[in-house]
């Protein structure tokens, strides 16, 4: 039996600290991408050079995305399996989703215009409108969605074939920041798949890519031997980049096994830091800290920091919001037993002096036992001959539904408020950010739309935001107008989902 199919079966919801965690670190992707280059900032904001022993806070981006998609595999898995996918199902999927960030990342490396033809930017915007195309969200029922895909499929083959005719050939070279992504899920998706969610046996996976990743760096096997070509050399990223994916997903395995056990799982979080933070202290004696070279320092330090932060996220979205929704539950179980026993007795002390020997028995019971508070003060004496033993269940259907109902409503406003991940006064700062963590190839996508219709409008910045301080509260702006421009996309039904 999957793990994802019993223990994530029944609390398959999405773990929100995963998505703001996602959100954040793709806002800060496109904050920092729109200041690369930009001249007057501190050299630490920046990437470190090639041979440079630094970690820019630019080189902790891409790391901390790759983390993000090894914390969604067991998610994702787990919820296909949910859906009824078999085995061979869920397979599939997993290609066709990485032939689909190579694909991208392919085009990605190839979007240079050509000269007296297509130029990048109407090459880049067809390019974008082909991924749309084939990989948009559509609805199941939409029976145009296969003739959409076709056209999608045609447009990118016709791109690569203009570009052949013009003698400019695709070529993968890095792969692009798609395609590495791809070659370090793969594997990751892959081994959790065929090792069925077990805990234990995807510990000892993860730790093998971390193995794979010091031995490529390492000579421990020569550079001419053929076994290391085999089994080292083909993988882009020499096995630095599935690393961090498999120590994402050994934060959500954790998760999943210590959740219900908070204290747990963050002393787990935070052995897991300080290891990979002792780690690249030591390794710091063989390899430099540089995200080009995807040095192992890199990695082990990128991690400690990845799983830090997702630790705070998680304690502060997840757990506190839990501990006040838990709070609400008791405060509505403790009120209505007190609305429904304490006040009642109160209610019935007092109606009890106020009823009058005349009445007959079976009313003084039956008003004393059922009515609710406002009751009390419209009983007069005089009302002895009026009270019938039918206004009882009149009562009884009429005031303590009211209230009962009333208090109910009431409290699970509050509950579902509290439950909405973050308090209501970050409600703005939420539903702001949102499409980052749920759109976020869209996301991803929507800088190079901005960047390609500027340029074929012939629209430029100032010169003032263009340097320094003001440069950066531009790219800080600019990243959360291009989120904004991806929650309009998906009110509009544009949405990349692969």
């Not at 067991?74 to 066709?96: C, D, K, M």
């Not at 065929?194 to 093998?208: H, I, Q």
């Amino acid at each position: 039996m999957y793990l994802c199919r019993t223990d994530l079966s029944s609390p398959m919801k999405r773990i929100a600290s995963i998505d703001i965690f996602r959100a954040l670190t793709m806002i800060i992707m496109i904050f920092v991408n729109d200041y690369a280059g930009m001249g007057g900032l501190p050299h630490w904001l920046h990437h470190a050079d090639f041979d440079e022993d630094m970690l820019g806070f630019s080189d902790l981006v891409f790391p901390a995305f790759l983390f993000c998609v090894g914390m969604s595999i067991p998610f994702a898995v787990g919820a296909r399996f949910n859906r009824g996918a078999s085995q061979l199902q869920v397979l599939g999927h997993i290609v066709l989703r990485s032939l689909a960030l190579l694909v991208m990342g392919i085009f990605s490396m190839n979007m240079r215009g050509v000269e007296g033809g297509l130029s990048h930017p109407v090459f880049s915007l067809l390019a974008i409108a082909g991924y749309f195309l084939i990989w948009n969200a559509y609805p199941k029922s939409g029976r145009w969605r296969v003739v959409m895909r076709i056209a999608g499929i045609i447009l990118l083959i016709g791109l690569v074939v203009y570009k052949d005719l013009h003698g400019m050939p695709f070529r993968h070279g890095w792969w692009g920041i798609l395609g590495l992504i791809a070659w370090a899920y793969f594997p990751c998706a892959v081994g959790y798949l065929c090792l069925r969610g077990d805990f234990r046996k995807v510990m000892v996976f993860s730790f093998l890519t971390l193995l794979l990743c010091l031995l490529n760096a390492s000579p421990a096997i020569p550079a001419d031997w053929s076994s290391r070509a085999v089994i080292l050399g083909f993988w882009p990223g020499g096995w630095t980049h599935p690393a961090i994916c498999a120590a994402g997903m050994m934060t959500s395995m954790l998760l999943i096994r210590f959740g219900d056990r908070p204290r747990n799982l963050l002393s787990c979080y935070a052995g897991f830091a300080l290891a990979m933070f002792i780690l690249g202290l030591v390794s710091h004696r063989f390899w430099i800290i540089s995200k080009i070279q995807a040095t192992p320092t890199w990695l082990f330090f990128c991690v400690a920091i990845s799983v830090v932060c997702f630790g705070m996220l998680y304690w502060f979205v997840d757990l506190r919001c839990r501990i006040k929704s838990g709070m609400t539950k008791e405060v509505k179980s403790g009120m209505t037993k007190e609305v429904k026993s304490g006040m009642t007795k109160e209610v019935k002390s007092g109606m009890t002096n106020e009823v009058k020997p005349g009445m007959t028995k079976e009313v003084k019971l039956g008003m004393t036992k059922e009515v609710k508070c406002g009751m009390t003060k419209e009983v007069k004496p005089g009302m002895t001959k009026e009270v019938k033993p039918g206004m009882t269940k009149e009562v009884k259907l009429g005031m303590t539904k009211e209230v009962k109902s009333g208090m109910t409503k009431e409290m699970t406003l509050n509950k579902s408020a509290i439950q909405s991940v973050i308090p209501d006064k970050r409600s703005a700062i939420r539903n702001l950010i949102a499409p980052a963590g749920t759109a976020t190839l869209t996301c991803y996508m929507m800088p190079s739309i901005w960047y390609d219709v500027q340029q074929l409008l012939g629209l430029h910045w100032p010169a003032a935001l263009t340097f320094g301080l003001p440069g950066l509260i531009k790219a800080l702006v600019f990243a959360f107008i291009i989120v904004a421009l991806t929650g309009l996309f998906e009110k509009l039904h544009l949405k990349l989902k692969i």
